[in-house]
């Protein structure tokens, strides 16, 4: 999702490339979304510790990023130093010997103070082959105006069925407002991830223990005729272009009621400096049908190539970015959205 990146981001070392302190400018591709805005805004403090180093960021689109690293991988063609990647890729270009693991980060790097399961989704064998940078889950947010205007309540934990009801009842076509948000573009880290996580709620899965696809089954039925339904009926204009920035605007400009998406998303409408509409975005649990109820632990990674960047510098930077997200566990109260997790029922890190 979240998704999409969908997630954690963090850094993994290419193989095969080697350190070269000549080298001057160290090209970083990542998506385009606020919390790498974040990250850039970290540039100047680095280099200027760092002056011989010039960094470049190449922003993407995340389907685009996904196409453009991958390929860049998988042909060696060096255009980027850092890429920024999910958890989806990393066991995979592990076991292709396309990354190298981090076993070097120094003592000042405690690799078991990570969130176990963050850990282990960037680790193979044993071994950790990216550097956390965040990690999230799922849920619903929603703007208390327009829920008081319509006399609703929200429940502490939804139902699809209320999520409909109150989609349908939110719907204002001719004041441009509409019930709710979700991701339709195409992707895996798009509607895709969404979808997967919808679909366990309605007890559906991609394959069964002997490998079968199982997506001709009711429950995908079910799945995507809800899907399909609701947005047509409650969900904005174009709604299949719109992914995690198109429904923060959307959402943060009063023109959608709710938003199923990436927990990451909290800081951006629950914020009480920021906007009005952030002012008004409050959170709940991912909504459940029936007995299961969608869970989804997103996590990415940032992949970098270790030329022209050296180890020391590497264990500081990668340690001072976990720190400054909160990764680590004896941090918790520094702020970072895991953190702020561990301390808001409504924010808990669900595990898949």
Same mark, same amino acid.
């Given at each position: ?17 080697? /350190? ?29 510790? =760092? ?14 990023? #996904?196409? !453009? ?13 850092? *890429? ?12 292709? =010997? ?7 980060? &120094? ?8 969130? /176990? ?18 990690? @999230? ?10 829920? %008081? ?5 929200? /429940? ?55 490998? %079968? ?21 409650? &969900? ?5 272009? =719109? ?8 959402? =943060?400009? &009063? ?20 906007? /009005? &509409?952030?002012?008004?975005?409050? *959170?709940?649990? #991912?909504? @459940?049908?029936?007995? #299961? ?13 270790? !030329? ?6 590497? !264990? ?8 400054? %997200? ?27």
């Amino acid at each position: 999702m979240k998704h999409v990146l969908s997630a954690l981001l963090g850094a993994a070392t290419l193989l095969g490339a080697a /350190p070269s302190i000549a080298q001057t400018t160290l090209t970083i591709a990542t998506v385009n979304n606020g919390d790498m805005i974040r990250m850039q805004a970290l540039t100047n403090e680095f280099t200027a510790k =760092n002056p011989d180093i010039t960094v470049k960021w190449v922003t993407l689109e995340e389907n685009v990023l #996904r196409q !453009r690293v991958t390929t860049d991988i998988a042909t060696k063609g060096g255009q980027f130093d850092v *890429l920024t990647i999910g958890t989806y890729e990393v066991p995979i270009w592990a076991k292709k =010997n396309w990354l190298i693991p981090l076993d070097n980060l &120094g003592s000042d790097y405690d690799t078991a103070d990570l969130l /176990p399961k963050i850990r282990d989704a960037v680790s193979v064998s044993g071994k950790l082959y990216a550097a956390p940078f965040y990690g @999230e889950s799922s849920m619903v947010m929603y703007r208390t105006d327009l829920f %008081q205007k319509a006399g609703l309540t929200m /429940p502490e934990k939804p139902t699809w069925d209320f999520v409909i009801d109150a989609a349908n009842k939110l719907t204002d076509k001719s004041a441009g407002v509409y019930g709710i948000c979700l991701r339709g573009k195409a992707g895996w880290g798009e509607n895709m991830a969404f979808l997967t996580a919808m679909s366990n709620s309605f007890g559906a899965r991609w394959f069964d223990e002997k490998w %079968q696809p199982q997506f001709d089954k009711p429950e995908w039925k079910k799945t995507l005729s809800t899907y399909v339904d609701l947005m047509k009926a409650a &969900g904005p204009p174009g709604a299949s272009s =719109n992914g995690f920035n198109e429904n923060l605007a959307l959402f =943060n400009s &009063g023109k959608c009621a709710m938003w199923i998406d990436a927990t990451v998303a909290a800081s951006f409408v629950t914020n009480p400096e920021g906007s /009005p &509409g952030r002012r008004q975005g409050r *959170l709940r649990a #991912r909504a @459940e049908c029936g007995a #299961r109820q969608e869970r989804q632990l997103a996590v990415g990674v940032e992949s970098r190539d270790s !030329r022209g960047f050296e180890e020391d510098r590497r !264990r500081g930077e990668i340690h001072r970015l976990g720190d400054q %997200q909160g990764l680590h566990q004896a941090r918790r109260l520094e702020g970072g959205m895991g953190q702020r997790a561990a301390r808001h029922a409504n924010l808990a890190l669900s595990e898949s």
